[in-house]
């Protein structure tokens, strides 16, 4: 069985849909400091309308958080979906009652590539997805 972890989510259209989508997992939001951006504004307005802790912080601050990737002024301090292994997937088919849907991926490289697909998942309202 999975655990649940503390982890970053770098880029405005990450930390928009986690906020938008999932704010009673994220933990805080670090916005870059003198940021002029209307899409880091209203990340701010929405994160504090829903209780999240909101920083701002040095561009260099989000630079050591996003560890190089490009995080365009939005990073977020998200607490991990559960993750499962192989041997929970028969559970999760039978809780679904005949309604399971998998997407099942292989070989995906780019994280806004996984990205996509994870959002379209979740829009599709698939079971489980298996990487």
């Known amino acids: 069985m ?14 928009a849909s986690a906020v938008d989508h999932d704010a009673d997992n994220v933990r805080e ?20 309308r829903r209780g999240i802790e909101v920083r701002r912080v040095a561009q260099q601050a989000l630079d050591g958080v996003a560890g190089g990737l490009r995080h365009q002024g939005a990073v977020a301090r998200y607490a991990a979906a559960k993750t499962h292994d192989e041997d929970d997937l028969p ?24 990205g996509a697909c994870l959002r379209s998942a979740a829009a599709a309202g698939v079971t489980a997805v298996v990487i």
């Open 2 to 15: 999975g655990n649940k972890q503390n982890q970053w989510i770098v880029g405005i259209n990450a930390v």
């Open 29 to 48: 939001v670090l916005l870059e400091a003198g940021a002029k951006n209307p899409r880091i504004a209203s990340i701010e307005e929405e994160a504090r």
């Open 91 to 114: 559970g999760l088919v039978e809780a679904a009652e005949g309604r399971a849907l998998l997407l099942v991926l292989d070989g995906v490289q780019d994280p806004h590539n996984l």
